[in-house]
């Protein structure tokens, strides 16, 4: 299962959570039903309370501002994609846990973001990752 990072002072129409579920429907689409080849959105407050879920593979949504769990990954994770310096994407997925942050300097660029990882191809190698068989496991 793949969490996804919001800040816990969002309303339900707010952009980071609308890029949030634009995210999530992908990666369940990619799924195909499986059970734990799913996404599951929590706030910051919640990934912080919660230890379990923090060797789960992470895709922040939002700026390091007003997201903590953005603010600790923009520290640990280096840059691989930014536009004009409004939309970033940081991640790391051969070392650690497998985590992203997607974030930008506006309202509109978590959406941005979020589209960008998605269609060039950043999702598919994220989720090729957290769902490869390894031996012994049941992925």
């Given at each position: 299962t793949v969490v996804l990072v919001i800040t816990s002072d969002l309303g339900p129409?707010?952009?980071?959570?609308?890029?949030?579920?634009?995210?999530k429907e992908?990666?369940?689409?990619?799924?195909?039903?499986?059970?734990?080849r799913r996404a599951v959105i929590v706030s910051d407050a919640a990934w912080f309370d919660t230890p379990l879920l923090?060797?789960?593979?992470?895709?922040?949504?939002?700026?390091?501002?007003?997201n903590g769990v953005a603010g600790r990954f923009g520290a640990e994770l280096p840059t691989v994609w930014a536009d004009a310096e409004?939309?970033?994407i940081q991640a790391e997925f051969r070392e650690g846990?497998?985590?992203a942050a997607l974030w930008g300097?506006?309202?509109?660029?978590?959406?941005?973001?979020?589209?960008?990882f998605i269609h060039r191809g950043w999702l598919d190698e994220f989720l090729d990752r957290c769902w490869?068989?390894?031996?012994?496991a049941f992925a």
């Open positions: 129409d707010a952009a980071d959570r609308l890029a949030a579920m634009t995210l992908a990666v369940d689409g990619r799924g195909a039903g499986h059970p734990y923090h060797e789960s593979p992470t895709i922040t949504v939002g700026g390091p501002g007003v409004r939309v970033v846990p497998i985590r300097t506006d309202a509109a660029a978590p959406a941005a973001a979020v589209d960008a490869r068989f390894r031996a012994g």
